[in-house]
């Protein structure tokens, strides 16, 4: 059963329901990005916790790329 809004999560059993391959896509800049590490920490974990999911990094020169390959307006 999936937790509900507001309760405590527990981060590995919700991941389990993951049954089939997801990749966390990741956006950093080079430079001047304070939060971009710790972010990337935080998805390297969830990561870590389950086999399905997979991380792939982005640096700032590859997203108008990504943008049209996936038609995204931002």
């Known amino acids: 059963m999936h937790a509900d809004a507001g309760e405590p999560v527990d981060l590995e059993a919700e991941l389990a329901y993951i049954t089939a391959p997801v990749t966390l ?13 710790p972010a990337l920490q935080i998805v390297d974990r969830v990561a870590a916790h389950c086999d399905q999911i997979s991380v792939e990094e982005r640096s700032e020169e590859h997203t108008s790329e990504l943008q049209s390959q996936l038609n995204l307006v931002c």
Not at 25 to 37: A, D, I, L, M, R
Request: hydrophobic share 30%.
């Open 25 to 37: 896509v990741f956006f950093t800049h080079t430079f001047g990005c304070e939060t971009c590490p």
